[in-house]
């Protein structure tokens, strides 16, 4: 993403001077492809992980939506989502 202030670049590539314990981020993929007319998705994804103090980093998609979580806040996170209904399905290979 690129706007007159910032560039971010999400990638699973990591440089090899970070501090790999307090900054790797695991990813939550919501499963898609959505519908345009849906409404209130991430808001409902967002709104259970605030409540547990996970900070988020959203990234959407035309297809789909994409939460970034701390490493370090990954079981808070799925603890938070699982109580407030949402699923996960196994990784596809």
Same mark, same amino acid.
């Given at each position: 993403t690129r706007t007159p202030e910032e560039v971010s670049i999400v990638t699973d590539q990591i440089p090899a001077d970070?501090?790999?314990? !307090?900054?790797?981020?695991?990813?939550?993929?919501?499963?898609? #492809? @959505?519908?345009? !007319?849906?409404?209130?998705?991430?808001?409902?994804?967002?709104? #259970? @992980?605030?409540?547990?103090?996970?900070?988020?980093?959203a990234v959407s998609t035309w297809d789909t939506d994409y939460v970034l979580v701390p490493n370090n806040k990954v079981v808070e996170a799925v603890s938070a989502l699982l109580s407030s209904g949402w699923r996960f399905l196994e990784e596809e290979s």
């Open positions: 970070l501090d790999v314990q !307090d900054s790797l981020w695991r990813c939550i993929k919501i499963k898609g #492809p @959505l519908t345009h !007319d849906l409404t209130g998705i991430l808001n409902n994804l967002s709104t #259970p @992980l605030k409540d547990a103090e996970v900070p988020i980093f």
